[in-house]
């Protein structure tokens, strides 16, 4: 068996590689590091207002599809029930 060679499209020690993950885990823009604790909604709402906003605008959306999906559901059901059988 042959062995694998050291330098690998330029890669050498991993150093590039290295770099480039360390890249892609470097978060983009001006974001603070997530150290606040929150330990329930009131806190959230206080310390991060953006995000309380968005985390109920996502709740309300997802509830908004369902209860839509529910009544598509029953219109469905409805509409097979006066058919009838057969």
């Given at each position: 068996m042959?062995?694998a ?23 983009s ?16 709402a206080?310390k ?12 309300a959306?997802?509830i908004i ?14 509409r097979?029930?006066q058919r009838?059988?057969?």
């Amino acid at each position: 068996m042959s062995e694998a060679p050291e330098n690998i499209q330029g890669i050498e020690g991993g150093e590039q590689v290295d770099n480039a993950i360390q890249a892609k885990n470097k978060p983009s823009g001006n974001m603070n590091a997530a150290t606040t604790f929150v330990s329930n909604a009131d806190d959230l709402a206080t310390k991060a207002p953006e995000v309380y906003a968005a985390m109920m605008d996502a709740a309300a959306r997802k509830i908004i599809r369902e209860q839509q999906r529910h009544n598509q559901r029953m219109k469905q059901l409805m509409r097979e029930g006066q058919r009838g059988p057969g």
